[in-house]
Nanobody, 114 residues
Framework: QVQLVESGGGLVQPGGSLRLSCEGSGFTFSLFTMRWYRQSPGKERELVVEVPRSGGGTNYADSVKGRFTTSRDNEFNTMYLQMKNLKAEDTAVYYC???????WGQGTQVTVSS
């Protein structure tokens, strides 16, 4: 059974940093591209970044370029989203997504507020 579990969200002040994690199980983690999405209240879910099998990140949302980076550790079945210089508009529930199986994690809340 495919399972994705996000962690690392929380409350942070503007300009602060957070690192989100997404641990996958029930599939061969290293074989598949994954994605980070986010959804703010009243808005549609948006793609933050795509994470190829080899790591790195592609298709960053314009709003996060230069501030967010992604990586993955296939040995530990985990991918990461490092977020820096956070802004109020980054407040959202962040999800990891496995396109091959159309599988979503439960999400982790990020709140940027002073």
């Amino acid at each position: 059974q495919v399972q994705l579990v996000e962690s690392g969200g929380g409350l942070v002040q503007p300009g602060g940093s957070l690192r989100l994690s997404c641990e996958g199980s029930g599939f061969t983690f290293s074989l598949f591209t994954m994605r980070w999405y986010r959804q703010s209240p009243g808005k549609e879910r948006e793609l933050v970044v795509e994470v190829p099998r080899s790591g790195g990140g592609t298709n960053y949302a314009d709003s996060v370029k230069g501030r967010f980076t992604t990586s993955r550790d296939n040995e530990f079945n985990t991918m990461y989203l490092q977020m820096k210089n956070l802004k109020a508009e980054d407040t959202a529930v962040y999800y990891c997504y496995l396109p091959r199986f159309d599988s979503w994690g439960q999400g982790t809340q990020v709140t940027v507020s002073s």
